[in-house]
């Protein structure tokens, strides 16, 4: 069964980096497929930021791109996500999921979760 | 980037039939997906693709689409179903570039 976990944490100061760490476990990264992030403010909808292939490759959020990096550490089967230069908007529910292609486009697996508020 | 436009809320009563619906460009070209989520949980995928549902998920989840709407119908709702829906879906302005729908409240009566 694959498990994602999500970790890092929970305040950030505005201006700062946001970084979290996906784990996964239950299947290799290096063996394909994509994985993403998203992110839910508290009482809104689903937000997709950006996905990570194993081999790399990156794909981006528009209205996020200039500010998200997303890398992938497969010896550690893990990916990451680092937002910079945060505010209260990015205050949110963030989640770590493996994404499907194909003629649909779906997270099959996601992470419980976790909240990071933006906050001095 | 593309948009998939759903209600806001819908209800329907016990053991009905309720459909909730998803639009926008990206449709002709990609299926929808569906997810669940109920507060405090992550989402749940409940249909992918033309209309298949992953290990877990009840029959009476289905999914449909036509043009530019994809449809998620629940056939005989249970109390259990009332939740948040999101429809999500390729955004054709970008490789391999995702959206979401902005979710539909769904309640049971």
């Known amino acids: 069964q694959v498990q994602l976990q999500e970790s890092g944490p929970g305040l950030v100061k505005p201006s700062e980096t946001l970084s979290l760490t996906c784990a996964v476990s239950?299947?290799?990264?290096?063996?394909?497929?994509?994985w993403g992030w998203i992110r839910q403010p508290p009482g809104k909808g689903l937000e997709w930021i950006g996905s990570?292939?194993?081999?790399?490759?990156?794909y981006y959020n528009p209205s996020l791109k200039s500010r998200v990096t997303i890398s992938v550490d497969t010896s550690k089967n893990q990916f990451s996500l680092k937002l910079s230069s945060v505010t209260a908007a990015d205050t949110a529910v963030y989640y770590c999921?493996?994404?499907?292609?194909?003629?649909?486009?779906?997270?099959?697996?996601w992470g419980q979760g976790t909240l990071v508020t933006v906050s001095s | 980037s593309s948009e998939l436009t759903q209600d806001p809320a819908v209800s329907v009563a016990l053991g009905q039939t309720v459909r909730i619906t998803c639009q926008g460009d990206?449709?002709?070209?990609?299926?929808a997906s569906w997810y669940q989520q109920k507060p405090g949980q992550a989402p749940v995928l409940v249909i992918y693709?033309?209309?298949n549902r992953p290990s877990g998920i009840p029959d009476r989840f289905s999914g449909s689409s036509s043009g530019n709407t994809a449809s998620l119908t629940i056939t005989g709702a249970q109390a259990e179903d009332e939740a948040d829906y999101y429809c999500?879906?390729?955004?054709?302005?970008?490789?391999?570039?995702?959206?979401f729908g902005g979710g539909t409240k769904l309640t049971v009566l």
């Open positions: 999921a493996r994404l499907v292609v194909g003629t649909a486009y779906y997270f099959d697996y």
């Open positions: 239950g299947y290799s990264i290096s063996s394909g497929y994509y």
């Open positions: 990570i292939y194993h081999s790399g490759s990156t």
């Open positions: 990206s449709l002709r070209s990609y299926y």
């Open positions: 693709g033309k209309n």
């Open positions: 999500n879906s390729r955004d054709s302005s970008g490789n391999h570039h995702v959206v």
